[in-house]
């Protein structure tokens, strides 16, 4: 059974950066798929943040895209998400999930989440 | 830019019922990019349907999906206690790589 789990600090201050990591169980990332990252602010909907393929090429939201990276470790089997310059607008709840090669690039699996709050 | 757009915001019914719910996309998309997932409180969303029509792994056969083009439709036959949610649909495509719609809550009447 494939399991992601979301770990980093739940506290980030305005203008540092957010750094969360993905661990991976019972699938080995260097096999293939994509793994993404997705967010949640409170009380609304989701928005996806990007992905990377296990080769470690990226693709990233345009609204994003200058604040994001996102980088694999095969040898530990997890991925990570860098998010420079937050603001409060960056609160939200971030989820990591494998997402499916092409044709349908869904999103079959998926960690808990975990809450980020950005204040002072 | 492709936009998802949800319909309705809101959908209140009873257990039991048949609960339809739209998205409608701003481009044509290929039906291959739609799925669908489902969001209880507290919790990951959870994969429905991909392909615009394919149920994902353990999910009833009281969830199925339609549609072409720019319009999808998610169908729940008849809503069990366990299906009052929020559920999202999600395109792959062109700029941006991946959106998803605004959500529709089904409500217990």
């Known amino acids: 059974q494939v399991q992601l789990q979301e770990s980093g600090p739940g506290l980030v201050k305005p203008s540092e950066t957010l750094s969360l990591t993905c661990a991976v169980s019972g699938y080995s990332i260097s096999s293939g798929y994509y793994w993404g990252w997705i967010r949640q602010p409170p009380g609304k909907g989701l928005e996806w943040i990007g992905s990377?393929?296990?080769?470690?090429?990226?693709y990233y939201n345009p609204s994003l895209k200058s604040r994001v990276t996102i980088s694999v470790d095969t040898s530990k089997n997890h991925f990570s998400l860098r998010l420079t310059s937050v603001t409060a607008a960056d609160t939200a709840v971030y989820y990591c999930a494998r997402q499916a090669q092409l044709p349908t690039k869904k999103f079959d699996y998926w960690g808990q989440g975990t809450l980020v709050t950005v204040s002072s | 830019e492709i936009v998802l757009t949800q319909s309705p915001g809101t959908l209140s019914l009873s257990p039991g019922e048949r609960a339809t719910l739209t998205c409608r996309a701003s481009?044509?998309?290929?039906?291959?990019?739609l799925s669908w997932y489902q969001q209880k409180p507290g919790q990951a969303p959870r994969l429905l349907i991909y392909?615009?029509?394919s149920r994902a792994t353990g999910i009833p056969d009281r969830f199925s999906g339609s549609g072409s083009g720019t319009d999808f439709t998610l169908t729940i036959s008849r809503l069990e206690p366990e299906d009052f949610a929020v559920y999202y649909c999600?395109?792959?495509?062109?700029?941006?790589?991946?959106?998803f719609g605004q959500g529709t809550k089904v409500e217990i009447k």
């Open positions: 999600q395109q792959y495509g062109s700029s941006p790589p991946c959106t």
């Open positions: 392909g615009a029509s």
């Open positions: 481009q044509t998309i290929s039906s291959n990019y």
């Open positions: 990377i393929y296990h080769s470690g090429s990226t």
